[in-house]
């Protein structure tokens, strides 16, 4: 349970104390709220005690009086929204200063609570507050968050499809102008070459397309009953041309179907992610196996490969965004950083798992498990 901190600003030690016998065995909780939330009631009498408080140590709600000894509760309130608009107040006022305390809501107050008060009153005050707080923090958050993988947006793309694209203008130049023969076959390496950046750049768009997906409002997804071993055959199917080319063999062993509550499109990139992963980084000869099967938390997909594998080190790096493994068995691989980063968001959204299994020259073991309550089973008949 996370705790607020409450500084109750009043020349009164009643309400002070009552205030901190109320709050302090009182918790807040909603069901969109990571946690609950409790409070931690400190005390000051005048308002340059609040202020010295404030300056030291600033809570996140000030309960404020607006008649106090001093300097009055209105200069508090003017110094919090110069020096730290964070902090949350509300005005504690009596019935005969209703006025003044709706013109301190105009100035920056959240609201106000008129005392006498009973518990209830100030309770259901503090669970709109606590509710505004948690709210204005997911805003923050989800506003840093976007700027950042705006700029990794960016950086990634003036960097991956910067350099590939001149490259590929390049090579045109070069067959333009005929400097290597007279001969089309004269440009075999050259094509090669430039198809083989003009799939990394696409790569890289498509990935950030699913990004974009997975990223985009709840509204958008289209639920319904997905079969999983279905996707599964769809991935090997647009995979496979692939695995011919590097002589990777793939196989769904057999089982039940196994139908869940999802998106279509975020079981696709799952699955499509995984598959051509085990491909990409599998050996000459090869092999790719895929289960799909149900425990008794819910419907495992695990798919293994017999590729160049993964040390720890690697393994512990797999899942951020951005993020490549980079040494002499993967330099000539492409690839955007994104992909099994994705996977793991769709994941996360599905409330399910991810674990890897990886060592060095004898492949890798990727496992998906989703929670029970989101499918269920059918067993097929011909």
Do not use: W
């Not at 202020?51 to 106090?68: A, E, G, Y």
């Not at 005050?125 to 923050?140: A, Q």
């Not at 090579?171 to 023969?181: D, F, K, N, P």
């Not at 590729?307 to 955007?336: A, W, Y």
Request: negative net charge; charged residues 30%.
């Amino acid at each position: 349970m996370k705790n607020l901190n409450v500084l109750v600003v009043d020349d009164e030690p009643g309400i002070c104390s009552g205030v901190k016998r109320i709050l302090e065995r009182f918790t807040v909780s909603y069901p969109f709220m990571d946690e609950d939330r409790g409070f931690n009631v400190y005390e000051s009498y005048t308002g340059e005690e609040a202020i010295d408080f404030i300056r030291q140590s600033p809570p996140d709600i000030v309960l404020l009086d607006n008649k106090l000894p001093g300097i009055q509760g209105t200069e508090v309130l003017d110094y919090i929204n110069k020096n730290n608009r964070e902090i949350i107040v509300m005005i504690i006022t009596s019935y005969a200063s209703l006025e003044l305390a709706v013109k301190a809501t105009e100035q920056g107050a959240y609201d106000f609570i008129p005392k006498p008060f009973t518990p209830q009153e100030l309770k259901s005050s503090m669970e709109n507050v606590t509710k505004n707080i948690f709210l204005r923090s997911m805003t923050k958050k989800l506003n840093k968050e976007g700027k950042e993988v705006r700029f990794q947006f960016l950086s990634v793309l003036s960097h991956e499809l910067k350099s590939p694209l001149n490259a590929v203008e390049g090579y045109l130049q070069i067959m333009q102008e005929r400097q290597g023969g007279k001969d089309i076959s004269d440009y075999d390496q050259i094509i090669e070459r430039s198809l083989q950046r003009i799939k990394g750049m696409r790569t890289l768009i498509l990935d950030l397309l699913d990004l974009t997906k997975i990223q985009s409002d709840e509204q958008s997804k289209e639920y319904r009953q997905i079969n999983l071993r279905q996707v599964a055959r769809d991935a090997i199917e647009s995979i496979n041309p692939y695995a011919i080319q590097k002589d990777v063999s793939i196989e769904l062993h057999d089982g039940e179907d196994i139908t869940m509550h999802a998106d279509s499109n975020d079981m696709e990139i799952v699955m499509n992610n995984l598959v051509s992963n085990a491909v990409k980084y599998n050996k000459k000869g090869g092999r790719v196996d895929i289960y799909i099967d149900r425990l008794e938390q819910g419907p495992r997909i695990q798919v293994s490969d017999t590729g160049i594998g993964m040390d720890p080190q690697e393994t512990s790096r797999l899942f951020k965004e951005f993020v490549r493994i980079k040494n002499e068995k993967t330099k000539n691989i492409t690839g955007s950083g994104l992909g099994l980063s994705i996977v793991k968001k769709v994941i996360d959204l599905y409330g399910g798992n991810i674990q890897v299994d990886s060592k060095p020259e004898q492949g890798s073991t990727f496992i998906v498990t989703l929670p029970v309550h989101e499918y269920k089973s059918e067993t097929t008949t011909s």
